[in-house]
């Protein structure tokens, strides 16, 4: 048992958890005792039946021995002198009548004689051994066994007179006694309970032991990156074997708080100090194509590309600002109500000078001016111009680019609607984590991507109490979908 249960354990430890091992081996040692229980109970049974049995049958014995005795002394001078045959053990037996199993017999140098209807109960053999074992016993008494289900008891006790007289010998089931069947039965309930309380007990236990496990998991399951400050979990009240991981945890946190503080400030300082060179090379590049009417076309075309990649490694410092911003508690988004048509105006006209090449067209969808909602103008432009920059990166050239608002219950809707690839169902949301691209959506020539937008937008709608979607289909087209509370005022 042991070494079968232990390779189990072995086999097993990679999946099994620690509350499963110990209960596991809680559930052993049940067993283990319940088996010794088992043991102590038959040797006590034992005793049990040498003793209570013993006396027991001795009582039992009384009535139809005397009976028989007197039978004996009854007999004349002549019928003593021919004694014994079977019909003389017969006769004793005459009249002597048992019930549930139970009967007598006299055995002798004349044979064997039990009374009426023993052979529905037993065999002659069955008979013969239980009287022989009984015989041979130093005290005339013995139990059989050999059924476990139903062992006799066997008292055998000698007969007034010589060799021939016999031996009487009393034998009767030992779970027909009512004290006996009701004894076992309580020993049978008494162990299932027994083991029914000790699992009980251990479930309790087990619970009880890992409540300190299940409270530190919850603590981990709130940590964030962006609350490193508040991710220490106190020792205080933790149990002693808790205390050194406890401790090496909040050294852990520490040595990432210092090293996540300094990565936002190396983001934060490099967005910041690059943001300024970049606007002044945009606008010395832009002064130049503007002025200059006699630059060669090459150069002109140069210039223009240089200027949007400026323009485009200037929108990715800005969204690093903002998520480094937002990892330090420190990004601003407004919750006050403004007029969403103008913004949407702001971000179509703004789009529209971006992106030359794509026709931006704008619905309002039944809407009146002005439509007022809660949220931040200046965020609502800068989610809108992303998620054009998107359509326009993922669709065909000159494909069409739709911006529609519409009203809803509460909210309004503002909806970016495009022509382009379509993205995997499986891929949908995915792509609103950072530096994160659907696989097998390809940028036209020309195009990159840092995977930043989406994220921002996603950051910024949440700030607002907003929230953004996508609906998609491979090879008709995307619509992304912005929420925001209608301002009742």
């Not at 559930?27 to 102590?40: E, H």
């Not at 034992?46 to 003793?51: G, L």
């Not at 006699?294 to 323009?311: K, T, Y």
């Not at 989610?383 to 054009?388: A, R, T, W």
């Amino acid at each position: 048992m042991r070494p079968l249960f232990w390779r189990l354990m072995k086999n097993q430890h990679r999946s099994w958890s620690i509350a499963r091992r110990l209960f596991g081996i809680s559930l052993l040692l049940i067993f283990l005792q319940s088996v010794i229980s088992t043991v102590v109970t038959a040797q006590l049974r034992r005793h049990f039946f040498n003793e209570f049995l013993e006396e027991t049958l001795s009582r039992q014995i009384v009535s139809s021995y005397n009976v028989i005795s007197n039978r004996l002394d009854q007999m004349s001078v002549d019928e003593a002198y021919s004694c014994c045959s079977i019909e003389d053990y017969r006769s004793w037996l005459e009249g002597l009548s048992f019930e549930n199993g139970k009967v007598a017999l006299i055995i002798g140098e004349a044979g064997l004689q039990a009374t009426r209807d023993a052979d529905r109960f037993y065999e002659i053999t069955e008979l013969s051994r239980y009287a022989k074992d009984a015989i041979a016993s130093s005290t005339g008494f013995t139990v059989d066994e050999a059924d476990e289900d139903v062992p006799l008891a066997v008292q055998a006790v000698k007969l007034p007179g010589g060799v021939e007289t016999g031996f009487y010998v009393y034998i009767r089931p030992v779970y027909s006694m009512p004290l006996v069947r009701t004894l076992m039965q309580i020993k049978l309930v008494s162990e299932l309970v027994l083991m029914l309380a000790l699992a009980v007990a251990l479930l309790v236990g087990l619970r009880l032991v890992f409540r300190p496990v299940r409270r530190i998991k919850s603590e981990l399951a709130r940590i964030e990156l962006n609350q490193l400050e508040s991710a220490d979990l106190s020792s205080r009240d933790r149990p002693r074997e808790f205390q050194p991981l406890l401790q090496e945890f909040n050294g852990m946190v520490g040595r990432l708080r210092r090293s996540s503080a300094d990565q936002k400030q190396f983001a934060s300082t490099i967005s910041h100090e690059f943001r300024t060179p970049m606007t002044v090379i945009s606008g010395f590049i832009q002064s130049v194509l503007n002025r200059d009417e006699n630059l060669r076309a090459q150069s002109r075309d140069a210039l223009v590309l240089a200027n949007r990649e400026v323009l485009r490694l200037n929108r990715m410092l800005s969204d690093l600002l903002d998520l480094s911003r937002s990892d330090n508690n420190q990004l601003k988004v407004l919750r006050e109500p403004f007029d969403c048509l103008a913004s949407c105006n702001e971000a179509l006209r703004l789009a529209q000078i971006a992106y030359p090449n794509n026709p931006i067209v704008l619905e309002y969808c039944g809407l009146n001016q002005p439509v007022y909602v809660i949220g931040d103008s200046d965020r609502l432009i800068q989610c809108l111009k992303n998620l054009v920059g998107n359509a326009v990166k993922y669709s065909e050239l000159r494909s069409e680019i739709s911006l529609e608002i519409n009203a809803q219950d509460d909210s309004i809707l503002f909806t970016v609607k495009d022509h382009g690839q379509g993205i995997p169902a499986d891929q949908q949301e995915r792509i609103f984590e950072r530096f994160q691209r659907a696989d097998g959506v390809t940028l036209r020539r020309g195009d990159s991507s840092s995977g930043l937008g989406l994220s921002i937008v996603k950051m910024l709608m949440e700030g607002m109490g907003g929230t953004v979607r996508v609906q998609s289909e491979i090879g008709v087209g995307s619509r992304f979908i912005l929420t925001l509370q209608r301002s009742l005022s």
